[in-house]
C-alpha cells in the first residue's frame, strides 16, 4: 500500500495567480502549484537552505529538492518559451500559526490568537522561558535542548512544563517560544542574531543567568533577579587564541570559531 502523501505547509497563498509576458494573451500556459511556488519562495526570496525550508513547510529534504527543481523548470520554460504561468492548486494546507517551525512570524490566522493572548497578560498571565537542563539555567541559548515554561497567573507560579527543542537552532528557537506564547526568556550566553530574533518576535531578554531555573523565576516575579543586559556571545569580538569573554554564568568564550568553548559549541 502506498504510504499517503503529507500535506506541505505554506504561511500565506500568493498575491498573484499568474503572470504573462505582454502580448501573450491566448497563449500556452504552465501551472505551477502553490506549495511549488513556496519553495521558490523560501528558498530563492528568503534565502533559506533547502533543509530549512523542509522544516518550515514539515516534508523533507528531498521532497523540497524535487519541487524546487520542478518549479524552477516551469518557470525557465515560461520566460524562454513566452508561456503564461499560472499558480493554482497542489497539496498544501494554510499555516495556522500553530507550528513552531513555520515562519516565525505571526501569520494572518495566528493574529487573532495573538489577540487573545494580549487579553491574557492584560489579566496577569504571562509565560516564562527558561534554557533548561538538569534543573538549571543552560548555558548557551542556542544549543539548549530544553525549555521550561513557566506559566504565571497574578504573579505566582500556576504551573511547568519542560519541551524538548529536538536539537533546532536560534531562529527555529525564537519560533518555537512565540508559538508556545511565551512573552519572557531566561538564559545564559546568547548571540546578537538570536536576540534580534527574539526582539522581533515581542519576547523579552534576560541573560547571563545561571543556577536554578525555579530560582531564577522566582527572583524575577520578585524584581530582583540578577541578569546581564549587555549578554553576549560572539568570539569575533573577543580576541582570539583563548583571549575569550565570559558570560554571567562564567562560561568562557575560546578559540572556537563562533562558539562559546564551555560546552562544546557555539552559543546562537
Known amino acids: 500500500m502506498a504510504r499517503?502523501?503529507?500535506?506541505?505547509?505554506?504561511?500565506?497563498?500568493?498575491?498573484?495567480d499568474s503572470f504573462a509576458?505582454?502580448?501573450?494573451?491566448?497563449?500556452?500556459?504552465?501551472?505551477?502549484?502553490?506549495?511549488?511556488f513556496e519553495a521558490v519562495r523560501l528558498i530563492d526570496h528568503e534565502k533559506k537552505t533547502h533543509e530549512q525550508c523542509a522544516r518550515q513547510?514539515?516534508?523533507?529534504?528531498t521532497t523540497v529538492t524535487e519541487m524546487y527543481e520542478r518549479?524552477?523548470?516551469?518557470?525557465a520554460d515560461c520566460l524562454v518559451g513566452g508561456k503564461t504561468l499560472c499558480i493554482s492548486g497542489g497539496n498544501y494546507a494554510l499555516c495556522d500559526g500553530s507550528a513552531w517551525r513555520c515562519c516565525g512570524k505571526k501569520c494572518d490566522r495566528a493574529r487573532a490568537a495573538a489577540?487573545?493572548?494580549?487579553?491574557?497578560?492584560?489579566?496577569?498571565?504571562m509565560k516564562i522561558a527558561v534554557t533548561y537542563e538538569n534543573g538549571n539555567v543552560f548555558p548557551h541559548f542556542g544549543h539548549t535542548e530544553q525549555f521550561k515554561v513557566y506559566e504565571i497567573?497574578?504573579?505566582?507560579?500556576?504551573?511547568?512544563?519542560?519541551?524538548?527543542?529536538?536539537?533546532s537552532g536560534h531562529g527555529a528557537l525564537a519560533g518555537m517560544l512565540s508559538?508556545?506564547?511565551?512573552?519572557?526568556?531566561?538564559?545564559?550566553?546568547?548571540?546578537?542574531?538570536a536576540q534580534t530574533a527574539l526582539a522581533e518576535a515581542g519576547i523579552r531578554l534576560y541573560g547571563g543567568v545561571s543556577g536554578s531555573a525555579d530560582e531564577a523565576v522566582d527572583k524575577l516575579l520578585a524584581g530582583n533577579l540578577t541578569f546581564d543586559p549587555d549578554v553576549h556571545c560572539d568570539h569575533h569580538e573577543h580576541g582570539h587564541h583563548g583571549e575569550g569573554h565570559r558570560h554571567g554564568?562564567?562560561?568562557?568564550?575560546?578559540?572556537?570559531?563562533?562558539?562559546?568553548?564551555?560546552?562544546?559549541?557555539?552559543?546562537?
Open 71 to 75: 518549479a524552477r523548470t516551469k518557470i
Open 115 to 125: 489577540e487573545i493572548e494580549g487579553e491574557r497578560k492584560e489579566d496577569g498571565i
Open 57 to 61: 513547510m514539515g516534508i523533507s529534504r
Open 179 to 193: 508559538a508556545l506564547n511565551v512573552d519572557t526568556l531566561i538564559c545564559g550566553g546568547i548571540g546578537a542574531g
Open 249 to 268: 554564568n562564567g562560561h568562557g568564550c575560546g578559540e572556537v570559531k563562533h562558539g562559546c568553548a564551555g560546552n562544546g559549541g557555539g552559543c546562537q
Open 21 to 36: 509576458p505582454c502580448g501573450a494573451k491566448g497563449r500556452e500556459q504552465v501551472l505551477l502549484t502553490v506549495d511549488e
Open 153 to 167: 497567573e497574578d504573579g505566582k507560579v500556576a504551573g511547568a512544563q519542560v519541551v524538548d527543542t529536538n536539537g
Open 4 to 16: 499517503p502523501v503529507r500535506r506541505r505547509r505554506i504561511c500565506f497563498e500568493p498575491k498573484y
